[in-house]
């Protein structure tokens, strides 16, 4: 009964690869880790920043979808350009994604109060599906059953970031190479890696000395039409404790809360939602980051 469960989720997964487009993690607290979706952020700041993602899926399904990820990243010392690294898995079921990636940005300045960062990365990607946890009902696929398969792909991404002390503004493009995928010897639903675009946005407005109200948004594109959008409000108490809640069309309702401690460690926690007939058989999605600042090099 376990194994044709995977089969099904497998056989859903790709389905829904395919129609949504989507194949790279998600991140419900994108304004907060927007490294990992855009390599020019990396130099923005004036320190070297650390960052974990730990996102618990459909919580209640079998084997729902796992991500971690973390990252590193800050600028040169004296010159105006940051580096930075990521490293990630994403597992479903018999299936899982493992990515590591370098990135370099330079960023020149516009004007007094504004900069733009132009950033480049490439990573290295393994996909990988465990056939001895799926049971083939057609007599032809039963070499599937005793087989690992796993495959490696590099791949790149650029980004742009324009951004000033009160507002930001970003679009990058993931997967360029649009590099094909064998699993078990044979095309499947994923045998093409499709660019995913990115496009946020985000304005601090101090309401007064201690609040800040900061509304965010972030819309995802995949070549060559599906698109999908969501939208947060956060307020931010003296710089250390935040609130916030978003709407992701069409999927989900979320809530978040945050506490920045000695302006040295961050932490963010985010519940999704489901408003789909998905959330008959789950119980929403968590999200968990962890951060922590070094000391200002610039």
């Not at 999927?251 to 401690?261: H, K, L, R």
């Amino acid at each position: 009964m376990r194994s044709q469960k995977y089969i099904l989720l497998l056989a859903t997964l790709l389905c829904t690869m395919n129609v949504t487009g989507q194949q790279l993690p998600h991140y419900t607290q994108y304004m907060f880790n927007d490294f990992v979706l855009n390599p020019a952020v990396a130099g923005v700041h004036d320190y070297y920043q650390i960052k974990t993602s730990h996102r618990f899926q459909w919580v209640g399904m079998t084997d729902p979808p796992l991500t971690n990820s973390i990252s590193f990243y800050g600028p040169h010392a004296n010159m105006d350009m940051g580096f930075g690294g990521t490293v990630y898995t994403d597992v479903t079921g018999p299936t899982s994604r493992t990515g590591i990636s370098g990135s370099y940005a330079y960023n020149i300045a516009l004007n007094p109060d504004m900069r733009l960062s132009m950033g480049l990365s490439f990573s290295m990607l393994q996909y990988r599906v465990d056939g001895t946890q799926l049971t083939a009902k057609d007599p032809s696929d039963m070499f599937i059953q005793g087989i690992v398969s796993t495959t490696y792909v590099p791949d790149a991404g650029v980004g742009v970031y324009l951004y000033a002390d009160d507002f930001y503004a970003g679009v990058s493009v993931a997967q360029l190479l649009n590099n094909k995928l064998e699993i078990f010897e044979e095309k499947t639903g994923l045998n093409k890696l499709n660019s995913h675009f990115y496009i946020t946005g985000g304005y601090r407005y101090e309401v007064d000395p201690d609040w800040i109200l900061e509304p965010s948004a972030i819309v995802k594109a995949t070549a060559p039409k599906q698109y999908r959008f969501e939208v947060t409000t956060k307020v931010e108490w003296m710089e250390m404790v935040w609130l916030a809640t978003g709407y992701r069309f069409h999927e989900a309702i979320t809530v978040m809360a945050g506490y920045n401690y000695d302006d040295k460690f961050y932490f963010g926690y985010a519940y999704d939602i489901g408003i789909t007939d998905l959330r008959k058989y789950n119980m929403g999605s968590h999200e968990i980051m962890i951060g922590y600042r070094f000391n200002d090099i610039k």
